[in-house]
């Protein structure tokens, strides 16, 4: 699941931390910013840029993000949100015009993994369930008043829900909790040394 996994060692022979390659497609600027400033970080501009009138759900989900991975990772101090990556080369995203994507080698504690289906659950204000029959409940709750989990996150009128719905967040990193197989991974910054090819 993490591509070619290496391991190094010091010059007294101890092991270093594991390695892992990772690959991120990114607009093409980036390459500006690296060779300038030898790291890319994202702003929240570039958020705003690519999801226009949606910013602020967005923006909604990745704060909570940024301040429950920065426990289990550590984010540079002028770091506000993570940049996805693909764990395998077969798994990255195809490139496009005016993208480049970057081929990346970094230690393994760097790299934080979460399921795919349940981050969209969180961008999409769903709720994450603990199991099917976890699932089943919260859905006749909901039907029980006629409404969905968006609703109940955007309107006043159903708080208990809403809270209900935001507490589930927390299963993202709960590997007990499973929605689907595909895996991403985040990681706070990207370093120029840390490139091992460019694909334009």
Known sequence: MFGL????????????SERV?????????????LEKE?????KKEYIEQKMEDHTNLYLGAYDWFFHT???F????????????????????????????????????NQLIIVDLLKWGNIVNYMFIPKDLADQKEHTKLLE????????????????????????????????????GEMKVGTIW????????????
């Open 144 to 179: 029980k008043y006629g409404i969905d989990d968006c609703t109940a996150c955007m309107t006043p009128f159903y708080p208990s829900i809403k809270q209900k719905i935001e507490k589930s967040r927390e299963r993202l990193f709960d590997d007990t909790t499973v929605l």
């Open 69 to 71: 991975a920065s426990q």
């Open 189 to 200: 910054e990207i370093r120029k040394e840390w490139i091992l090819r460019i694909k334009t």
């Open 38 to 42: 030898g790291r890319y970080t994202v």
């Open 5 to 16: 996994l290496t391991v190094k060692k010091d010059a007294f022979g101890g092991m270093m």
């Open 21 to 33: 390659r990772i690959w991120t497609k990114q607009h093409k600027d980036i390459l500006d910013v």
């Open 73 to 108: 990772v550590t984010p540079p101090p002028d770091v506000e949100y993570p940049i996805w990556v693909s764990l395998s080369k077969e798994e990255s995203i195809q490139n496009s015009e005016g993208n480049v994507v970057l081929e990346l080698e970094i230690n393994k």
